[in-house]
């Protein structure tokens, strides 16, 4: 064998084992991307433009409790910042009813994925949670899982808040008048968690975590609004707060492209006999197109 043709043979052998060698090298890179991608079951959720909404009013049917007032001689400061406190955990007006949770728990878009197969980008705006007259301003709150939870005293006294959560670590902590707000966040979705104080025994608050953002809070009226509805079918939950886990009641309601879907729940007495609730799909805006699929 001639020297040159050993030395391209040399050659030859040395690019074998370097084209080997970096073959072996991507391998590892290789698999953590498919374990990445085995980990995290979410696929971003991509609005389309084609989003719709939610929206309804809750009712109560027959006489509702009337609020109590609060008896705050345990701390004098509360009494006279806030005399007129009274019981929240039925605040109706004309047979309407505010605080009530209503928020998407599962359903299918119109591509047949599922809803909670999506992770949603964790909004960057906190939602403040306010003690302000001895009594948790809103009383009833919703947040996505890890976006920020600030609870501010905007009272001369003293407040203790103390989660009770189910799926999320229970905390409490004194928040003396003039302390920096507390921060917090809850990495699992949960609905919902009480919220109570250690100093004011009277004092409740209800967090709902989700891990998207199809959820609201009815207001006064009894009014609520879910925005950014990808079109689809889903079950609707509205929930009031009252005995040990409060009351739900459930509604499928499919939101059409670029539409708006109307969903009514009630509560009370005369609700349990009557329809659960009523549904009523407005038309999409979109027209029809035949023979489209
Ligand atoms: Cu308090």
Not at 58 to 77: M, R, Y
Request: charged share 15%; proline share 9%; with cysteine.
């Amino acid at each position: 064998m001639k020297k040159q043709t050993k030395v391209w043979l040399v050659i030859a052998l040395v690019l074998s084992l370097l084209a080997l060698g970096s073959a072996c090298g991507n391998k590892p890179t290789t698999e953590e991307q498919t374990n990445a991608g085995t980990a995290s079951t979410g696929k971003t959720f991509a609005p389309t433009g084609k989003e719709g909404t939610i929206t309804g009013t809750v009712a109560f049917t027959g006489t509702p409790p009337a609020p109590k007032k609060i008896d705050t001689s345990a701390d004098p400061v509360c009494g006279q910042k806030n005399p007129n406190l009274t019981t929240e955990d039925a605040v109706i007006k004309d047979g309407k009813v505010a605080n009530v949770f209503v928020y998407i728990k599962d359903g299918t878009l119109a591509d047949n994925s599922k809803i909670g197969d999506y992770t949603f980008p964790t909004p960057t705006q906190a939602v403040v949670l306010d003690q302000n007259g001895c009594h948790y301003r809103p009383h009833v709150i919703g947040i996505q899982t890890s976006q920020k939870l600030s609870i501010t005293n905007s009272d001369p006294t003293q407040h203790n808040i103390h989660p009770t959560p189910k799926n999320n670590p229970e905390w409490n902590q004194t928040q003396p008048n003039g302390a920096p707000p507390i921060e917090k966040t809850f990495a699992r979705a949960e609905t919902l968690i009480p919220v109570k104080c250690n100093q004011h025994p009277w004092m409740k608050a209800y967090i709902g975590v989700l891990k998207h953002p199809f959820f609201s809070v009815s207001a006064e009226d009894g009014t609520y609004t879910i925005k950014g509805v990808p079109p689809g079918t889903y079950t609707v939950v509205a929930w009031r707060e009252g005995g040990a886990a409060g009351t739900e009641k459930t509604m499928q309601v499919t939101v059409p492209a670029s539409g708006s879907a109307k969903a009514d729940f009630s509560f009370g007495e005369a609700a349990a006999a009557a329809q659960p609730g009523s549904l009523e799909v407005m038309p999409a805006l979109e027209i029809p197109v035949v023979g489209r699929h």
